[in-house]
């Protein structure tokens, strides 16, 4: 009678690290998105065009991408719970930077540093999810970091409209001696201390443990995460056994016959690539932007990011519910899909926008359609890309070579999510309807990816990945 209660304690505890590891994503979504409602203030503030923007939107993503190459080797020789740590302080000491400017230059340093803590945190969160979920549930519980992504674009937004709202309706009005805006970047030290709190009462992954001796510990986490009815022995022989077999990993051991990497690093670099190239993030940076160009006040602006933010939940809700159900490939495929075909609407409702003294607008239907195909694609996104790739990412590697293959791949995601974060707005100003068809492509391109080059790894061990 007992062992229904044992089981469903267990499972509660493993649901609350995980949670608490995925805080991480929080920061990713939150700071990843919080711009959006500071984009145009920065600009009135240090009287910048839209390339400065750019840049300065999008640096923090080179800062990220280094944050996930150096991620996944810290995190194997600090352990993953003191690099969270770290990359939690990190970011706090950054949201404060970039809350007190004295220069666009200055405000770009700071971002830089807020990305490498956001980095690290992408590449800790799946890793250490993945080493302490059971297999059984490693999907759903897998599925938490896009979760907390999700979440933390939302509450940015919600936090954004507030302030907004708060200084009337202008995001350079000043609230208690600093702009809006200000705020809207400074809010970050929140969830990021939140981070710190959590990381540091969480227990380390017994696949670390293993790997530096301290055998106890690992059996204690073990029997807390898998229950007490696993055959422990086995259980800590097995990771012995395959940590003992391999040595650490590094940057040689991806080295493979395949353009001079492993042909599963490589599918992991191109997951990571085509989740970006496919758009996502010019919703969640530029959207406030967009939809203001078209005739939309700043503050109803940021309630529309809001909404889509909401629908962003909703599929990741969806796809939670699902992945360990029908498989990461057809979620995948169903994903790319919508997304080509709601990308290919939007980039013809585009088309029909017209310039009229300087204001961008869109005539009906295409301004209504412009914006449910943008919804729908973030729901397309939400429900398969955004949430299987973090899953992927933290199971398809060996153990010989995760962290490592990981940080890799993490990178490639930062380095292309720059790319489209900083060539949107020329590209827009150029033409917006190409640039959307070409987002299609992508979203097309990568369904026939998933059909050749991905395999399922719905239900099984980690240690069985080769």
Same mark, same amino acid.
């Given at each position: 009678?007992?062992?229904?209660?044992?089981?469903?304690?267990?499972?509660?505890?493993?649901?609350?690290?995980?949670?608490?590891?995925?805080?991480?994503?929080?920061?990713?979504?939150?700071?990843?998105?919080?711009?959006?409602?500071?984009? %145009?203030?920065?600009?009135?503030?240090?009287?910048?065009?839209?390339?400065?923007?750019?840049?300065?939107?999008?640096?923090?993503?080179?800062?990220?991408?280094?944050?996930?190459?150096?991620?996944?080797?810290?995190?194997?020789?600090?352990?993953?719970?003191?690099?969270?740590?770290?990359?939690?302080?990190?970011?706090?000491?950054?949201?404060?930077?970039?809350?007190?400017?004295?220069?666009?230059?200055? &405000?770009?340093?700071?971002?830089?540093?807020?990305?490498?803590?956001?980095?690290? @945190?992408?590449?800790?969160?799946?890793?250490?999810?993945?080493?302490?979920?059971?297999?059984?549930?490693?999907?759903?519980?897998?599925? !938490?970091?896009?979760?907390?992504?999700?979440?933390?674009?939302?509450?940015?937004?919600?936090?954004?409209?507030?302030?907004?709202?708060?200084?009337?309706?202008? $995001?350079?009005?000043?609230?208690?001696?600093?702009?809006?805006?200000?705020?809207?970047?400074?809010?970050?030290?929140?969830?990021?201390?939140?981070?710190?709190?959590?990381?540091?009462?969480?227990?380390?992954?017994?696949?670390?443990?293993? @790997?530096?001796?301290?055998?106890?510990? @690992?059996?204690?986490?073990?029997?807390?995460?898998?229950?007490?009815?696993?055959?422990?022995?086995?259980?800590?022989?097995?990771?012995?056994?395959?940590?003992?077999?391999?040595?650490?990993?590094?940057?040689?051991?991806?080295?493979?016959?395949?353009?001079?990497?492993?042909?599963? $690093?490589?599918?992991?670099?191109? &997951?990571?690539?085509?989740?970006?190239?496919?758009?996502?993030?010019?919703?969640?940076?530029?959207?406030?932007?967009?939809?203001?160009?078209?005739?939309?006040?700043?503050?109803?602006?940021?309630?529309?990011? !809001?909404?889509?933010?909401?629908?962003?939940?909703?599929?990741?809700?969806?796809?939670?519910?699902?992945?360990?159900?029908?498989?990461?490939?057809?979620?995948?495929?169903?994903?790319?899909?919508?997304?080509?075909?709601?990308?290919?609407?939007?980039?013809?409702?585009?088309?029909?926008?017209?310039?009229?003294?300087?204001?961008?607008?869109?005539?009906?239907?295409?301004?209504?359609?412009?914006?449910?195909?943008?919804?729908?694609?973030?729901?397309?996104?939400?429900?398969?890309?955004?949430? %299987?790739?973090?899953?992927?990412?933290?199971?398809?590697?060996?153990?010989?070579?995760?962290? @490592?293959?990981?940080?890799?791949?993490?990178?490639?995601?930062?380095?292309?999510?720059?790319?489209?974060?900083?060539?949107?707005?020329?590209?827009?100003?150029?033409?917006?309807?190409?640039?959307?068809?070409?987002?299609?492509? !992508?979203?097309?391109?990568?369904?026939?990816?998933?059909?050749?080059? %991905?395999?399922?790894?719905?239900?099984?061990?980690?240690?069985?990945?080769?």
């Amino acid at each position: 009678m007992a062992v229904g209660p044992t089981h469903q304690e267990h499972l509660g505890h493993v649901v609350f690290i995980t949670a608490a590891a995925a805080i991480g994503g929080f920061l990713f979504g939150y700071d990843s998105s919080v711009i959006n409602g500071a984009v %145009v203030g920065i600009q009135k503030y240090f009287h910048v065009g839209p390339v400065q923007t750019g840049l300065v939107v999008a640096i923090a993503l080179l800062g990220s991408a280094l944050g996930a190459w150096i991620g996944g080797g810290l995190a194997d020789r600090w352990g993953r719970t003191r690099t969270m740590q770290a990359a939690a302080v990190l970011f706090a000491v950054s949201s404060i930077g970039q809350m007190l400017p004295f220069s666009i230059w200055d &405000l770009g340093f700071w971002r830089i540093l807020a990305g490498m803590a956001i980095g690290m @945190a992408s590449v800790l969160g799946p890793a250490y999810i993945a080493e302490v979920a059971p297999p059984a549930y490693r999907g759903r519980l897998g599925s !938490f970091q896009q979760l907390a992504i999700v979440l933390g674009i939302a509450v940015s937004q919600l936090v954004n409209y507030v302030i907004v709202r708060l200084a009337e309706g202008d $995001v350079n009005n000043t609230l208690r001696g600093l702009q809006a805006w200000q705020w809207m970047l400074g809010a970050c030290v929140v969830p990021a201390l939140l981070y710190l709190l959590f990381a540091l009462n969480i227990p380390e992954s017994p696949r670390f443990l293993i @790997a530096v001796g301290r055998i106890e510990q @690992a059996r204690v986490v073990l029997t807390e995460v898998e229950g007490e009815k696993i055959d422990l022995d086995a259980r800590v022989a097995e990771i012995q056994h395959v940590l003992h077999t391999e040595h650490a990993p590094t940057m040689k051991d991806l080295r493979g016959p395949a353009l001079g990497l492993l042909p599963i $690093v490589w599918i992991g670099i191109t &997951l990571s690539v085509f989740q970006q190239f496919v758009g996502i993030n010019v919703i969640f940076y530029y959207s406030s932007v967009l939809w203001q160009s078209v005739g939309v006040t700043q503050s109803n602006s940021l309630l529309i990011s !809001f909404s889509s933010s909401v629908i962003n939940i909703i599929g990741t809700f969806i796809a939670i519910a699902l992945v360990d159900r029908i498989g990461r490939r057809p979620l995948l495929m169903i994903g790319s899909a919508g997304m080509a075909i709601s990308l290919g609407t939007a980039a013809w409702a585009f088309s029909a926008a017209t310039k009229v003294h300087g204001a961008v607008t869109l005539p009906d239907p295409q301004g209504p359609i412009a914006l449910i195909a943008a919804n729908a694609f973030v729901l397309f996104f939400a429900l398969s890309w955004g949430v %299987v790739v973090w899953v992927l990412l933290g199971e398809i590697f060996p153990n010989r070579i995760r962290a @490592a293959a990981l940080g890799v791949a993490a990178a490639a995601q930062w380095i292309a999510n720059w790319a489209i974060t900083v060539s949107f707005p020329a590209l827009s100003e150029w033409n917006l309807p190409v640039t959307y068809a070409g987002y299609a492509t !992508f979203a097309a391109l990568s369904f026939v990816f998933v059909w050749f080059w %991905v395999k399922e790894t719905k239900g099984r061990k980690l240690e069985e990945m080769g």
